[in-house]
Nanobody
Framework: QVQLVESGGGLVQAGGSLRLTCVAS????????MGWFRQAPGKEREFVGY????????AYADSVKGRFTISRDNAKNTVILQMNSLKPEDTAVYFC?????????????WGQGTQVTVSS
């Protein structure tokens, strides 16, 4: 089982950028598709994007496409979510997860989450 820890959240003004980092422990990190999800107060957890184990393929939710970018470094057991042109509606707790697909049900290892707050 892989353990995940996110960092990099914070408060930013609309139009700004944040870089979230997810560090994994466990020798099998490189075998997993890594996903990012977010959950705003009173809302269900939603898909943000994922990157396949090799890093050769990514997918994003329409709401973040063109603004967010996911990358990974398997040698460092790290996944990065670069968020640009942030909007107030991006405010949420962001989670990284190991698994597959665009549904949260496809992921069985989760980090504790990091808060992102975008002010208008």
């Amino acid at each position: 089982q892989v353990q995940l820890v996110e960092s990099g959240g914070g408060l930013v003004q609309a139009g700004g950028s944040l870089r979230l980092t997810c560090v994994a422990s466990g020798r099998t990190f490189g075998m997993y598709t890594m996903g990012w999800f977010r959950q705003a107060p009173g809302k269900e957890r939603e898909f943000v994007g994922y990157i396949t184990w090799s890093g050769s393929s990514t997918a994003y939710a329409d709401s973040v496409k063109g603004r967010f970018t996911i990358s990974r470094d398997n040698a460092k057991n790290t996944v990065i979510l670069q968020m640009n042109s942030l909007k107030p509606e991006d405010t949420a707790v962001y989670f990284c997860a190991a698994g597959r697909g665009i549904s949260a049900r496809g992921y069985d290892a989760w980090g504790q989450g990091t808060q992102v707050t975008v002010s208008s």
